[in-house]
């Protein structure tokens, strides 16, 4: 089993920055992907970038360029850096790790831990 807890949220001025951590335990010697979704009210969630054991990345269209998803192997902690925030970007944000290969597509049934979310708010 791998538990994950997320921390970093908060709100911010449209254009600013915030970094997301995710600390992974238990059995991470079994997970080979680990990846960020979000979900808005009244939206579904969607995936926001991934990244696997061997260190290659995906990113969804709408966050490429302006978010880094990176992971601390010694500490095993995730990590996302959001940079130009967007009010668009205001949502609860996942961190999601899966005991399988990444995929071309993020999705979110491919993923059987997930932690408990945090708040991300942007304003205008």
């Known amino acids: 089993q791998v538990q994950l807890v997320e921390s970093g949220g908060g709100s911010v001025q449209s254009g600013g920055s915030l970094r997301l951590s995710c600390t992974a335990s238990?059995?991470?010697?079994?997970?080979?992907?680990m990846g960020w979704f979000r979900q808005a009210p009244g939206k579904e969630r969607e995936g926001v970038a991934t990244i696997s054991s061997d260190g290659r990345k995906s990113y969804a269209d709408f966050v490429k360029d302006r978010f880094i998803t990176s992971k601390d192997n010694a500490q095993n902690i995730l990590y996302l850096q959001m940079n130009s925030l967007k009010p668009e970007d205001t949502a609860m944000y996942y961190c999601a790790a899966s005991s399988w290969y990444c995929r071309a597509t993020m999705t979110q049934g491919h993923f059987g831990s997930w932690g408990q979310g945090t708040q991300v708010t942007v304003s205008s």
């Open positions: 238990g059995d991470t010697y079994i997970t080979y992907c």
